[in-house]
């Protein structure tokens, strides 16, 4: 008789060993950890660079709409030396009407600006008011040429105001569009007053 061989038991392939549970937070490799601290340190880039766009008017032009705020403080300073300076009633009515008138639509504006997390320093907002300007029209005055002067500079001023509103309008969003596209036809309507 021959002797018995034991039966060769082949459980290894047909029911494998469960294999060991591992997460990432207690996984037994290093590279696990290293990859879990990339993708956290990764989500906390994006928040730190995405977080203040998010919080301080993200995409506002703030140079186009400080250029806005700066045509309006400059063109009321020039209305008040219109309504001192000009002989004529109509020039004077038209300065009365824009020095009246800036200030609300600068104010209009700014509200728009804070809403979107803006804020232009005082200053800045009187930027383009320029001596030199104020000189030409003190000389007019004693010329006696004020009111052809004062028209020509407020024509000047009225189609930098128009363009920057514009380019302003070209950048703003939904609300700002419309707040800009009625400043546009106000400043349409003063210089047809002052062409009249």
Do not use: C, W
């Not at 039966?7 to 294999?19: E, G, K, L, V």
């Not at 639509?105 to 979107?116: G, H, K, M, S, V």
């Amino acid at each position: 008789m021959q002797p018995q061989q034991p039966t060769p038991n082949y459980d290894f392939i047909m029911n494998p060993a469960p294999a060991p549970h591992r997460s990432l937070l207690n996984g037994s490799g290093k590279g696990t950890r290293i990859t879990l601290f990339a993708v956290i340190g990764l989500v906390i880039v994006v928040l730190l660079i995405a977080l203040p766009k998010m919080f301080s008017g993200g995409g506002l032009d703030k140079t186009a709409f400080l250029n806005v705020l700066q045509d309006q403080s400059e063109l009321a300073h020039l209305a008040q030396t219109g309504v001192q300076s000009s002989t004529s009633v109509n020039l004077k009515n038209f300065s009365a009407t824009v020095a009246a008138s800036m200030p609300s639509e600068q104010t209009t504006l700014l509200t728009y600006l804070a809403d979107n997390h803006y804020k232009p320093g005082s200053k800045s907002l009187t930027a383009k008011q320029l001596a030199a300007t104020d000189t030409q029209l003190q000389n007019a005055v004693s010329s006696s040429t004020f009111d052809s002067t004062y028209t020509g500079v407020m024509q000047q001023q009225f189609k930098t105001y128009q363009h920057d509103l514009d380019t302003a309008y070209q950048k703003a969003g939904a609300k700002g569009k419309t707040t800009l596209k009625k400043q546009y036809a106000n400043a349409q309507l003063l210089v047809t007053q002052l062409s009249n």
